[in-house]
Each structure stands twice: as C-alpha cells, then as structure tokens.
C-alpha cells in the first residue's frame, strides 16, 4: 500500500470562531502529485476574560460561586439558603442538577433563596449553579438525607456551658467563627453506637474540621481529623446513659466556613466487596458498616480504629446497557468522600454507585467498577511469590490489604505475545491505600513497576495514585505480579480491584472550563464564543483522532466537530448567534473513536475547579452553559476549506467585526489550540483593520489527517456593568 493511499482523515472542530482544521498527506513519491493538508475553517467567536495589562485593568464580568449556607437538607423539607461569591448581582435563579430540588429568591432578603427538596429526591449530593446576568456560575455541593432531623447553629454554642442541645439523628448545619469552638450537647444510652460525621470538605467547604468528644463531665472520649479527606468521623459507643458534648473547629482557627454535622445511630455504610461487578449479572455484594442490625447485618471480622463493623449482603442489579457503551461513571454522591482528588477518582473509571434499601445518609453510596470479564476474589494465602495464588487472563481480582505490611501476589501464563493492559482500582472504587505494581517473569527478572498516572491540564487535575499502563508480555510465559500499598498500610478501608487484559484501545474523556486558576462557568455572549478545556486519557494504546459534537444545545447556539488528533488535550468551542436568546441549561458532550474500521462513542465527563489552587476539581453530571448579552467583537476564517502540503505553509483571511461601535483598538492574535506540528506567530489587526492575513506553517513531519487549529483574538474593550455609567475603563477581552 503506497503512503498516499494510506491516507486518513479526521474531522475537526474549531475552538471559536477562528479555528481551523487540517487534513494531511505523507510527502509525495516522485511520481506523485504532492499530498497536503487540509484546513476546514471554522469561524467562531470566543469571549475570553483574562488578565489585562497593569494600565487600565479590568475584566468583563464571570460569575462565581464561592459558599452556599447551610450545605444540605433533609428531603421533603424546605430550607432558606444564603449565596457568596463575585459578580453576583443580579442572580435571580439556583439551578440544582435534580429537577425535584428547586428554589425561589425571598424578595426582601438579598442572595436568600428559599429551597424545595421533593420527598422523592435520593439521598445524595447534588450540584447547584447561580444564574444571573453574567449567565451560569461554576456549581457548589447541595447535600440531601433521610430520616434525620434538620437543626441550625444557634451562634451561642461557642463555650462548653452554652453548648446547643441537639437531638439524636439530626444534622446541623453551622458555621465555625474564626478562634473559636462550635460546641453541641446530646443525650446517648448506655450500649448506643453513635456516629457523629462532620461535613465540610466533601461539600466544597474550605473548613479543615478537627473534632473531639467527651464526657458530661469533661473527660476526653474520642477524637478525629482526617477521616474522610480533612473531614473527620467519631464512631462511639456509650460507655453509660448521659449527655455527650462535641467540639468543633477549623485547624488553624479560621472562620466563616460551613459544615454540616449529622449525629446518627442511623445504620451508616463504610464500603462493599467486591468492590466490581460484571456487566449484565445482577450480583449480591457484601457491604460493611455501622449500625446495620436494622437491615440484617451481622458481626464481621473487620473493624476500622478498633470500632468492628457489621456486614449485610448488599443485591445490586446489573448495570444498564447506556452505562456500558457510552463509557460512563453514574453516581449519587460525589466522590470527595473518598477521594482527595475527586477527578482522578473517576475521569478513568467504568462504573456505578450501588446503596442499600434504607440508606438515609447522603454519602451511603458506594463506587462499583464495572467489568466485561469474570470477577475472582483474592485468597488470602499469597502474601510470598511463593505462595502467589494462580489465576487466568482476562484477569479482574477483588482484594483486600488485610493488616499492615500486607503483600499480595499473583500468578499467571500469558497466551499470547503483545501489549497487556495492567490498572489497579483502589482510589477509584473507595480503597484507602495507594498502591504500586510490581510484575516479575518466570526467570527472576523485574519487568517493570508501575505507579501513579493522569494527567494534569489547566483547571483539570487528573493524577491519581491508581496504577494503569500498558506492559509487552511473552506468550507461554509465567508472570508474578505483587500488588501493595507504597506505605504498607492495610485493614478494612483498604480494598483494590486488580485488572489485567489485552490492551483493547480506549480512551476517557472529559471537560472543565477554560477559567484558571479560578472556579468558572462556560458563557457565550451573543455574536461571540467560548471554549472548554478537553483532556483525552487514552487507554490500550489508543493513538486515533477523538471527534467531539454537542447535543441539547439551545437555540442560537452552535458547535463544529472538533478533532483531537493523536493527543491528551484540545479545546472544544462553544458560539451563540448575534440574535440568539438568552437561555440557560444543560449540555452534553459526546467524544467518537475509531478502532480497526470501527466507530464508537464515549460521553464526554464534565468536571468543576472547586478552588484557585490545584488539586480541587471534581466531577459534575452535566455541564450547565449559558447564553447572555451581546459581546463586543467577533472573529472570522476564510475560506471554510483548504489543502496545504506537509512541510508548507497555510494561508488564510481573518476577519474582524467589531460589534460594539465604541471598540475601536487593536486586535491581537495569537494560537489557541495549536498541535506543536503548527506554527504561528503573534500579529495585530489595528484599530483601522478588519482583517488581516493568517499564516500557517506545517512541518515537514506532520501525520496525514484532519486537524483543528484555533486562534485567539485580545483586544482592550471600553466597559462597565452600569450600561449608564459614563466611565468606561478598559478590558481585555479574548475571543478565538
């Protein structure tokens, strides 16, 4: 087959409205005409708030939302909820992600909202999103229980004698005051388990809680910090009938910063196992937890800080059809419960949550991966090479780090030459541990160890502690393989699920917003565009083009299939029509592979940045946008296609319209989303210009295909939120 007839084409989108894609030929043989790359323009605007230089700096307005109080509620209650956070005036609107959860403003209590939580509503936590002028906000965790009582901080409670009284099975929901203590008083029966879980961090909070208990008397019982993250977890029984007091404060003192504080007898889930179940086999798990003698449960042989927990058999139905071959990762709570970095924890994982009947609390769900393959179940008696237990490819093995120091092997014959794909879940599934991976052949020899992965882009944090790679492995070969955690650690919290296969290529993919360091939405502005940062984690050794589309946009917004070729990240752009109505909603992003001839679809994950720092972003179910008012300019690429030889150099016409008449400065432009194969310098079009001449080059090297290129346009634009202000300090505004 000649190089020309092993051309293939990838279908590309642009990042704005100046974004460009190109198909490429190998360079020509003698006696062939020359191949060339080819650039479908796709002309979008993006507006784009970044800093501008130190004279005159200012920024259009974007949306943020920064603390919701209280954090949850109980469902089939009403709740008043108060909102924080930058450009929010005018936010007339919460949008949860469940449409039984609603809210409506008090009219004479500015940024209160009075919220609805239908009966019906699973306990669980939900996004919720500001919606004002300036469009959408970044969302913030709502949590939902049953069967509990809602109380608030009384904001007298800050010394051990004024210590609020709180009824058994309730949560409260406070705040903590910088240098001091929040302190609550409750009454407990001798032999009562009690669980006193503080939620903070896990919805969003920036509140690092420290939690003690004791006695009426004072006597120091129990204390904690880090359980669940930075939120801490007391599980006690009653020594005698009394009251019991808990103290409650930040680390190091700070305050302003929610909580919500459940005390429960209520039966509470700590995990199941097997941590997997196989795709279309409805499968009985074991779960383990507290207080489950009301379901069933018995005594266990596990404990977690000496407090032994209770099993129950958990039935779990098979997974539907949708979830398996659209890729996806369903929850009912967000995996801050169990993860430090809630995006790691899921952008890679093939799953499902699965919770008890009767399960009131709002993080009872568990995390499941989902598998093609048989499930085996480790046997204890493998903590040697010599003792390691044999087991058959495909090869997916539930276990569990049992006690400190514990080290599990397994043994293996590989019929087949070629790549294997080796993925330890521990993070992603609830384990505790942070394991390694170590594979040893049938001569002695070390073959390789593998660690932590993923990939860290902009707003997006995906490493995670979780071993995934892809090994060469010899048939009719024996392999050891040891999996232990990096610190040695073990005991109930510390299961793992062991996948090895052939390496079927794959790929995940997700989405968060272009804003960095900070929280952000994803708005348009009428005539203009914007764009999402989009990271590929490819699995299998995956290396084709990856299509992007949208599906339920508004009207008057748009999209062009955007095509990240051979590549970890992209950008996917985002335009509204000048005349588009103003709308707000959920959209969804769909990612298409091909493999061998053969098309498949993934969905395309959302994720959230929490805070300004790394290592915040989380998942979200959907990805909210919002169309507002009209932007100020707008760029355009000409023509719509062109053919460029590899190794030349791609000319194009940009055009600039100016939409407000009072912006009349200069345009610089510079590449947005450019594959390092691309180059392009920064120009200007001046403030007399409406256009000006793109210039591309392709090296030499560049793979035959179809790309997307996108530029970005800077211009200082006269503005005030006041449209009768007469200052009008500049902004820099970006659009691609």
Sequence with gaps: ???????????????????SFARLRFPPNPAEPPPVIRFATCVVVCLLVIAAPLSGRAELPEIRFDRLKPLGAVAGTEIEVEIAGAEIDGVDRLLFDHAGIQAAPIPEKEKHFRVTIDANVPAGTYDVYLVGRFGVSNPRLFAVSKGLTDQQDNGQNRTIETAQVVSMNSAVNGTVDGNSEDFYRFAAAAGQRVVIDCQAQRLDSELDANMTLRSATGSLIASSSDYFGQDPLIDFVAPADGEYIVALHDLSYRGGYPYRLEITDQPRLENVFPPVIRAGEATELTAFGRNLGSLGGQPSTLSVDDRPLESMPLPVAAPSAELLNWGQYRFLNHPTHHSTAPTAATCTLLGMQAVASGMGGAWDAQPLLVTNNPVTIESEANDTQETAQNVVLPLVVAGRFDKPRDADWYQFTVNEDGAHYFDVYCERIAGRADPYLVIVDDRGNRVTELDDFGHRINAFDGHLRDPSQSVKLSKDRQYRVLVQDRY?????????????????????AATIHRTNPNPGGANVFKGTATYLDVVIHQAGGYNGPVTLTAENLPPGMHFQPTTITNNTRGTF???????????????????????????????????????????????????????????????????????????QEASLKLRLRRLWPEFEAKVTVQPLSFPGQFQLGNFDINPNQTEAELKIKVQPNTNPGRYTLSVLGQGQVPFNKDPAAEQRPNTLVSTP
Excluded: C, H
């Design 573 to 647: 752009v985002l335009w509204a029509d000048d005349d588009a109505p103003d709308s707000t909603g959920f959209v969804r992003l769909i990612a298409t592979g091909e493999v061998d001839g053969r098309e498949f679809r993934r969905e395309v994950r959302p994720y959230t940045r929490v805070w300004n720092n790394s290592g915040t972003s989380r998942p979200q179910r959907g990805l909210a946008v919002a169309i507002r008012e009209r932007g100020p300019f707008d760029l355009r690429i000409e023509p719509e296609s062109l053919e460029v030889e590899a190794g």
């Design 488 to 508: 040695q650690r073990g005991g109930a919290r510390y299961q793992y699920v062991l996948a090895v296969r052939r390496a079927e290529p794959d790929f995940f």
């Design 1 to 19: 087959m000649s190089k020309d007839t092993a051309r293939k084409e990838f279908t590309g989108a642009e990042l704005s409205r100046a974004a």
